[in-house]
């Protein structure tokens, strides 16, 4: 059992910065992929960045790509998702996940176990 909780959700406006954490416990970093997925009103949730197990690799939807970085901490229990450059389609609420290293899509949200309860990017144009 993997527990996620997501706090730096807020209302900002295009171009502005946001910057997502999702404190993890009971986890550790080489058993886990933990991605950060967004869905807005009507549409499906997608993925938008990955931690692969053990922290040394990444990967970012292309939307996103040179605008956001997912990295952990020292501790590596605290993940952080800074949004740089941000538009009103990364308007959405954002969650945390975690799921084990040994599956095979981890871009889908449907391979995740374990899921925070999200919180809320609104960018304003």
């Known amino acids: 059992q993997v527990d996620l909780v997501e706090s730096g959700g807020g209302s900002v406006q295009a171009g502005g910065s946001l910057r997502l954490s999702c404190a993890a416990s009971?986890?550790?970093?080489?058993?886990?992929?933990i991605g950060w997925f967004r869905q807005a009103p009507g549409k499906e949730r997608e993925g938008v960045a990955v931690?692969?197990?053990?922290?040394?690799?990444?990967w970012y939807t292309d939307s996103v790509k040179g605008r956001f970085t997912f990295y952990q901490d020292n501790t590596r229990n605290t993940l952080h998702l800074q949004m740089n450059s941000l538009k009103p389609e990364d308007t959405a609420m954002y969650y945390c996940?975690?799921?084990?290293?040994?599956?095979?899509?981890?871009?889908?949200?449907?391979?995740?176990?374990?899921w925070g309860q999200g919180t809320q990017v609104t960018v304003s144009s």
């Open positions: 931690i692969f197990p053990g922290g040394d690799t990444t």
């Open positions: 009971r986890y550790t970093s080489s058993d886990y992929y």
């Open positions: 996940a975690a799921g084990p290293s040994f599956m095979r899509f981890p871009g889908r949200s449907n391979e995740y176990n374990y």
